[in-house]
């Protein structure tokens, strides 16, 4: 595909992934057999990219090098060099590539420890042995030293190839691995659980059988899709936004207009933490970074046409680095579509006029799916009609799980998921970040809350109440949780630019109940994640700020992180604003998430609020379809 105009924001293509490994070895014969996490186009100052023309192409490239030193290494594609290479700290390192992954599991399998405590069980065929290595949460073996790579392993047992190795856990046995002294450094062993019997497999040929098939819902578009895509450019119904996979944060959008009028311009994970909440031993130390330690982006799947996106589909592919430093290609990584979403506007005219006008609504579709050990993450980004955004996190996959014991397992805090079988209680916490730019100017952030009036002699039956905004000028007033009760959302406006009433436009930001951290404060998880404390933060815009929870959380502590970033607590009353949107779902697992867990959705809306100055579908056509049928 032609590329448009060489975009600064274009997708990193596989040549180019090629180059700046090149040059890096070439520069650095130091990292011939260095381990490599990803790589990440530097994105030129957006002032600058709004011109286009004249900008280097400058990629990060981010790893370990053979002493399991964590390395940052920027390269100029455009001048073929290498222009800066630096040590990150060994307070924080940089996420876990796949080369340390397979040997941690290599290292725990070959452990004569493990072996032992494998043969008390009864375990012998190691070939059966499925190990998940998993980051320690901040909870670091005292056997390994400060600055070391480690990871936590935890065992499952495969009655063969097939099988749902999640449904026998090897419960209470847990290896510590030092990736840089490349050894097991503890064998944690709480005890012979019995290894439940029961298959669990949801594949369809492991079902005694399959119910019949639902009749067919075909969708299709014989006049073409609506909407248009060039290079990572996407154009539908007055809306232009890109899309593309970053490797920590996966999908990201860049410069959201409608009608030529600038919205945001970058939204991207920023961060996400899942942490237990359990005392099972299997459990109670995890509190996983999906996005910062693993790579949300260099976990993305290839999508399935007709399973995944269902209708006239577009896919873009992406290109990652692999940890060898070979270029791998996500193909059908990113998926865009429309969708029919029902009713827009209708009104049914019920004085003598007698007349009824209904729209249909529908709405773009830009999606991707990662996989990060057992659960599965849809991120989902909707543009509608009129001018609303959303988002919305799909998770699925299989939940985390134990060998079912009286003795350990707790009431609230453990879910039996089956007769042998339990699921610890834990959340999935998302962290947004959005990097606004509503009417190309300096924006700003207001709360408003809807309160009851009191009982008086305007008010005597007690009926009224009204809604109370407030600017929001420092980031430490931005620190705030939802209240259902007082109906509270978030509104972003432009001041310099107003409305035909008079008032500046904005958009709203609309969020459904959803949880915040529940781990406490001073605790491991309550550090490292301290973004999830909050569900909004806001922030003056700064480059080198994109990360929630700090740039590298591979066994930091909590350094660089949202209460670091906002501690100076700067003035954001009219500027380059970012908010940053903390949600999830907080999960309290039941039988019906096992063996597979069914989609569970969180997310938000942005909605517009005086950004028009009527309805701005007022003007779509009658659309009843002529193909519709009835049983009349």
């Known amino acids: 595909m032609v590329r448009e105009s060489n975009h600064p924001l274009n997708n990193l293509s596989a040549a180019e992934i090629s180059d700046a490994v090149s040059i890096l070895k070439k520069n650095n014969s130091g990292h011939e057999n260095s381990s490599f996490s990803y790589i990440s186009l530097e994105e030129p100052d957006k002032n600058l990219v709004k011109k286009k023309n004249g900008l280097d192409r400058i990629v990060k490239i981010v790893g370990v090098d053979q002493q399991s030193v964590g390395f940052e290494a920027e390269i100029n594609l455009s001048k073929k060099e290498l222009t800066k290479e630096e040590r990150i700290s060994e307070n924080a390192g940089p996420t876990y590539t796949l080369a340390e992954i397979y040997m941690a599991i290599q290292l725990t399998i070959e452990d004569e420890n493990y072996q032992k405590a494998l043969k008390k069980r009864g375990i012998e065929n190691l070939e059966l042995i499925q190990i998940d290595p998993w980051p320690g949460g901040g909870f670091v073996n005292k056997n390994i030293k400060k600055g070391n790579r480690a990871l936590k392993a935890i065992s499952f047992l495969k009655d063969s190839e097939k099988d749902n190795a999640y449904a026998k856990p090897i419960q209470g046995l847990i290896a510590h691995v030092d990736l840089t002294e490349k050894k097991v450094v503890e064998i944690e062993d709480h005890g012979v659980v019995k290894i439940p019997q029961a298959h669990a497999r949801y594949d369809k040929d492991g079902q005694e059988s399959l119910r019949e098939n639902p009749k067919e819902i075909s969708i299709t578009q014989p006049n073409g899709v609506g909407f248009s895509v060039e290079d990572n450019l996407i154009s539908w119904e007055g809306w232009s936004l890109r899309a593309s996979i970053d490797p920590i944060e996966g999908l990201a959008l860049h410069q959201v207009s409608l009608n030529d009028r600038s919205i945001f311009y970058r939204a991207g994970l920023s961060d996400m933490v899942v942490p237990y909440g359990s005392s099972d031993p299997m459990h109670w130390w995890k509190a996983v970074h999906d996005g910062t330690e693993y790579g949300f982006g260099t976990m993305t799947n290839s999508l399935t046409l007709g399973c995944d996106c269902l209708g006239e589909i577009y896919y873009l592919d992406a290109h990652k680095l692999a940890f060898d430093g070979s270029v791998e290609t996500i193909e059908n990584a990113i998926c865009i579509h429309e969708e029919d979403y029902g009713v827009q506007w209708k009104h049914n005219d019920s004085t003598q006029m007698g007349y009824n006008e209904v729209r249909r609504s529908r709405r773009l579709v830009v999606s991707s799916f990662a996989t990060i050990g057992n659960y599965d993450y849809g991120i989902f980004w909707y543009l509608y009609l009129d001018g609303t955004i959303q988002l919305e996190i799909k998770l699925t996959g299989v939940v985390g799980i134990s060998a079912y014991h009286e003795d350990i397992h707790k009431p609230g805090q453990d879910f039996k998921v089956s007769p042998e079988l339990a699921s610890p209680i834990h959340q999935h916490l998302f962290n947004v970040r959005i990097d606004w730019d509503l009417d190309d100017g300096a924006n700003q952030l207001f709360e408003t809350n809807v309160e009851p009036l009191p009982i008086n002699n305007e008010n005597p039956e007690g009926t009224q109440f009204k809604a109370v905004s407030k600017h929001l000028t420092k980031e430490s007033e931005a620190q705030r949780n939802i209240a259902p009760e007082k109906s509270r959302t978030w509104k972003i406006t432009n001041p310099n630019k107003l409305n035909k009433v008079g008032l500046p436009t904005s958009y709203k930001i609309l969020y459904g109940n959803t949880p915040t951290l529940l781990s406490n404060p001073n605790s491991p998880p309550g550090k490292r994640a301290a973004f999830a404390k909050h569900n909004i933060w806001a922030t003056p815009f700064q480059s080198d700020e994109r990360c929630g929870g700090g740039k590298h959380t591979v066994m930091h502590s909590g350094e660089g992180g949202l209460e670091e970033i906002t501690a100076k607590d700067r003035n954001i009353s009219e500027c380059d604003l970012v908010t940053w949107l903390t949600f999830g779902v907080t999960h309290l697992p039941r ?40 049983n009349k």
């Open 591 to 630: 039988p019906e998430d096992w063996p597979v867990m069914p989609v569970e959705y969180c997310g938000f809306h942005l909605i517009p609020v005086g950004f028009f100055d009527q309805n701005p579908t007022i003007n779509l056509p009658p659309s009843c379809s002529s193909k519709s049928k009835s």
